[in-house]
Nanobody, 114 residues
């Protein structure tokens, strides 16, 4: 399975972006999907996840601003981001997990200017 992330770009503070991640195979086969991000000089961190198909978690820094969703019929995972700040600048990675298997997308750059 390959994951293809898209939708990144440059946006001004306060703006919005929607990231998409498309799986080459069935997204439905992955109970857990997530978005992570990695800013320059920082460790990769969890942004949001959907666990066992229904439990949604958000990182503290994005709660109330980001929404994660999945559409298994389209094999896609989305991350709607709003009220963006420069601190959201990072490479965003989609992730899909099934048991001990993990798959990563190639990353998409999000840059928020002040």
């Amino acid at each position: 399975v390959q994951l293809q992330a898209s939708g990144g770009g440059m946006v001004q503070a306060g703006g919005s972006l929607t990231l998409s991640c498309t799986a080459s195979g069935s997204m439905h086969s992955f109970p857990t999907v997530a978005w992570y991000r990695q800013a320059p000089g920082k460790q990769r961190e969890l942004v949001a996840s959907i666990i066992s198909g229904k439990i949604i978690n958000y990182g503290d820094s994005v709660k109330g601003r980001f929404i994660i969703s999945r559409d298994d019929a389209k094999n896609t995972l989305e991350l709607q981001m709003s009220s963006l700040t420069p601190e959201d600048t990072a490479i965003y990675y989609c992730n899909a997990q099934r048991g001990i298997l993990q798959y990563w997308g190639q990353g998409t750059q999000v840059t928020v200017s002040s």
